[in-house]
Structures are given as C-alpha cells and as structure tokens.
C-alpha cells in the first residue's frame, strides 16, 4: 500500500487550521471561559472577576431547585432515550423488510432529524394544546382532564414525546444500517430452518445489533442532556411549577434572565462533568456486554 506524503508541511496545517480554530473557538474557549467563572464572582454588569473558590458549587449543590432539575433532567434523559431508540428500532425492522412502501417509509422517516428544536417544540405545542390540539378530544370526553399547563406529569410527557420524537431520525438511520449490514445469507439460512420474522429478530438480528444499541445509546443520552433547551423553551417554559426545568434550561433562565453568571457557569461544568461520567460508566460496564463481529 502507497502512503501519501504532503511534498511541504505548510499544506497539512493550512488543511487542519479551519478544523482546528472551529473547535477551539466554539469548544475550548467557551469551555476555558466557564471553567474561570464558576470559581470566580462574575459582576451582572461587568467590573471584573473576584475568586471565590468553590462558592459557587456550594449554592448550587445546596439548592434544592437544582436538585429537582437533575431529577427531571434523568427522568427525561432515560425515558427519551428509551422511546426513541424502541420506536426507531421498529421502524427499522419493517422498513428492512422491504413491504410495500418501504422507500417512502425511508425517506419520510429520515426528515424529522432535520428539524430544527424550537420547530419541534413549537409543533408540538399545538398537538398537545389543551384548547385547539389533537388533544383537546380528551378534554371534550372529560372536561379539564387534560392541560400540561396545569399538570406537571402531563407537561413532562409532552416534552419526552416532542424530543423522543426529534430523535428518532437519527437511530432510525443507523439502526436501518445495521440491519442493512446483516448477510442476506444468514436470514435465508433461518428461513429456510422454519424460524418466523419475530423469532429471527430475536434470535438473529438483535444480537447482531448490541454495537449499534451502544452506541446509540451513548448518542442519545448524551444529546437529552445537552440539546433538549429548544423544546423545553417553546413548549413548556420550564413549567408548570419547574416541573420540566431540565439542567440546561435552568443553566440559561439563571444566568441570562438572573443575571447569575457565575451559578450558570458553574452549572455548566456540573453538566459537563455528569455526561462525561455517564459516558465512562457506559463504555466501561456496558460496552463489555457488546459483541462486536
């Protein structure tokens, strides 16, 4: 096999330097920037920075708002998570099967990764109105019954549906892939051994797919912790009564409606932190359990 050689060096650092200054600038800086203020006092209207150690993750640690945050943050992480990669498999395995359709399915199924979060949750704002959306039949059967307004279960459910909904797209497509990767040669051998479709996908498919549930599975709990702000902001509001006040949400209300940029930052880091922990207990529990060919 032939290597290739850049004949002068200037050509690979003129190639990586955009790459380069794009996470610097959007990852690294930020993240330098945060670091500085959660252990700093940062003035509302400016006037310098004064050192404050851990003071900053005392108050968070020590309130019980935030606590309620990381709570409803896990439950909207796992239940997300659980209801995209569940349905995205489903779909997976009948858009697979080549039925009638299928590349329409394919297609349409796709579309919905690209829409963008607040569209989501602006979408679903209407389907989940108490008044004018689809589920306003409920409230015509018993009046009152439904209002994610007023019910703070009722206003969790919608935002797990509305980001379960965003991301199953994305699953949808690498599960498709997986399924897609699986020799022809394999099904035909069960068929031909009399397995049916449910027993093969047990006995066949699913084992096949363990790397592709992990890694789905690291994506997406990963994406419910860090990219649910747009949904939670146009749906919900955080409310009602900070029932669906997930940790970024609350990261933005205090630090660019309070004012309390240092509590945010230092919020930031704590997420950070968590999503990294839950990613090394994942690869260093769970991966062990995936069998890769």
Do not use: C
């Amino acid at each position: 096999m032939r290597r290739a050689y850049f004949k002068f060096s200037w050509i690979a650092a003129v190639l990586l330097a955009p790459q380069l200054m794009i996470i610097f600038v959007f990852f690294y800086w930020p993240s330098a920037q945060a670091l500085y203020w959660a252990f700093t006092l940062e003035q509302p209207w400016g006037g310098g920075n004064t050192w404050v150690g851990f003071e900053n993750f005392a108050n968070v640690l020590s309130d019980p708002y935030y606590w309620g945050s990381v709570r409803v943050s896990v439950i909207y992480a796992v239940a997300t998570t659980i209801l995209a990669m569940g349905m995205a498999l489903i779909l997976a395995l009948f858009a697979d099967r080549q039925l009638a359709g299928y590349r329409a399915y394919r297609i349409g199924l796709i579309w919905p990764y690209a829409v963008a979060a607040p569209a989501v949750g602006l979408s679903f704002q209407f389907v989940f109105n108490p008044g004018a959306g689809i589920f306003s039949y409920l409230n015509t059967l018993s009046p009152g019954v439904w209002d994610p307004s007023v019910y703070p279960w009722q206003a969790i459910a919608s935002i797990v549906i509305a980001g379960a909904w965003k991301q199953v797209a994305y699953s949808f497509i690498f599960f498709l892939a997986a399924l897609q990767a699986i020799p022809r040669s394999l099904s035909e051998a069960a068929v031909m051994d009399g397995a049916r479709p449910l027993r093969r996908m047990i006995d066949l498919q699913l084992p096949l797919l363990t790397p592709t549930f992990f890694f789905l599975l690291v994506i997406n709990i990963t994406d419910s912790f860090t990219d649910s702000f747009g949904i939670v902001d146009t749906l919900t509001g955080g409310g009602p009564f900070r029932s669906t006040d997930l940790m970024v949400y609350k990261i933005y209300t205090d630090g660019f409606q309070s004012l309390d940029y240092s509590g945010a930052a230092a919020q930031s880091i704590i997420l950070m932190l968590l999503v990294m922990a839950l990613t090394f207990v994942q690869f260093r529990y769970i991966e062990r359990r995936v069998h890769y060919t």
